[in-house]
């Protein structure tokens, strides 16, 4: 029997699930580094790592241009909470093309526990499955961020050239490519949960357990060294970004969807998150320290996930009206993070809308995913 999800993921789209045929997942490489216990202040405790090339589209190209425009001498990119790379990667190559010289130098930074899992192997599995990393297939005519308008056909196919001037596509072993049974046992098992209860709509645990089963390679790729001259990773935690980056400023400063590790002791707490903090002091200190790490103008990127901004759908009031492309946004505010941010000398300049639907009861709110520093604290 047909079930017909809606797909919460990206607005309007309809998938229909009851052909698990329709998964290609030939390769066994997981998609995503899953977990990792790190000790941190002599605690131990779980981070989730989970990221993918080109994720947060638009403010990511929005950063690029605004680097373009204000930095246009260059400067020190620095990406916090980078996990295996493929964010600061992802910059690296929007910028490849204007930055022969060398003038942008590109940063990643995570626990070491992390890091040392990315340095060691630099190998990344890609997904075709309706993200976006879909572009950097063949056999995808119109891929996600082309139907979406977020790149036009000619942007898409030169940044899939360039991804491949840095990335080799590596062949797996036998073993790395043997059937994934547990993950097809479990898919199944989560979608007869589903028809049993003649329920045809997903919760958020359901997005990400349902995000996380489907995301296994169809393709995995080595980073080569073309990559090292402008883009490092190296260990380093937020709350100590004052001693990491040394006195040495950046014109950019990126921390995205990874807020809520510090907002919550428990990272079992981002699937119920709450709308308060315990350490929303802790967050405050972090803001003053990253105005101070930040250049003039500088810009402070984080995520767009509703977890990140501590963001109160059930309390949304309409402050304030924006004009983006324009195109009119109403923006809620009730985050707390904001305040703290603007207590801290930052003002937003770019929107994003959340990544699922299902973050806010079912639709999608634009969250404010760039600040920009207008005053030194
Ligand atoms: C969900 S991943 C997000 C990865 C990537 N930024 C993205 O947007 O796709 C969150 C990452 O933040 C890292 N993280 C959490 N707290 C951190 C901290 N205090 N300093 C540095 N990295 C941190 C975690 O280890 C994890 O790899």
Redesign the pocket.
């Known amino acids: 029997m047909a079930i017909i999800f809606y797909y919460m993921f990206y607005p309007g789209m309809i998938i229909c699930n009851t052909n698990y045929s329709a998964y290609k997942t030939p390769v066994n490489f997981k998609h995503y580094s899953g977990r990792?216990t790190?000790s941190?202040d002599g605690v131990n405790r779980d981070?989730?790592?989970?990221?993918?090339f080109f994720?947060?589209p638009k403010t990511l190209k929005f950063t690029r241009d605004y680097i373009l425009k204000n930095f246009p001498n260059g400067t020190n990119i620095s990406?916090?909470?980078?996990?295996m790379g493929?964010?600061p990667y992802s910059l690296l190559i929007m910028l490849d093309k204007y930055n022969k010289k060398g003038k942008y130098k590109i940063t990643g930074?995570?626990?070491p526990e992390?890091i040392n899992k990315a340095r060691n192997t630099k190998m990344y599995g890609l997904t075709n499955y309706i993200t976006e990393e879909e572009m950097l297939f063949d056999n995808i005519n119109v891929p996600f961020l082309v139907e979406r308008g977020v790149l036009s056909p000619a942007e898409a196919q030169e940044l899939k050239d360039t991804f491949y001037h840095y990335f080799d596509i590596y062949k797996p072993s036998e073993s790395q490519n043997k059937p994934q049974s547990r993950f097809s046992s479990r898919l199944k098992s989560l979608f007869a949960k589903k028809q049993k209860a003649q329920d045809n709509i997903m919760s958020i645990n359901e997005v990400f357990e349902y995000k996380n089963l489907i995301l296994k390679s169809n393709m995995v790729v080595k980073a080569n060294k073309k990559g090292d001259k402008n883009l490092e990773l190296k260990s380093?935690?937020?709350?100590q970004i004052d001693k990491v980056l040394g006195g040495k400023k950046s014109g950019v400063i990126?921390?995205?969807?990874?807020l809520y590790?510090?907002l919550n002791d428990n990272i079992a707490d981002f699937y119920n998150y709450n709308k308060s903090s315990k350490n929303i002091s802790k967050i405050e200190n972090l803001f003053e320290k990253v105005n101070r790490c930040l250049e003039k103008d500088g810009i402070f990127v984080i995520?767009n996930f509703t977890a990140d901004h501590l963001y109160d759908y059930d309390k949304e009031r309409d402050t304030r009206l924006l004009y983006q492309d324009d195109e009119l946004l109403r923006v809620y505010d009730s985050s707390i993070i904001h305040k703290a941010l603007y207590e801290n000398g930052f003002v937003p300049i770019f929107y994003e809308d959340t990544e699922f639907s299902a973050q806010c009861d079912r639709r999608y709110v634009s969250l404010p995913s760039v600040w920009k520093k207008i005053k030194e604290v």
Do not use: W
């Open positions: 990792t790190v941190s981070v989730n790592n989970f990221t993918i994720r947060n990406e916090f909470g980078c996990s493929q964010k930074y995570d626990f992390v380093g935690d937020i709350t990126i921390f995205q969807n990874a590790h510090i995520g």
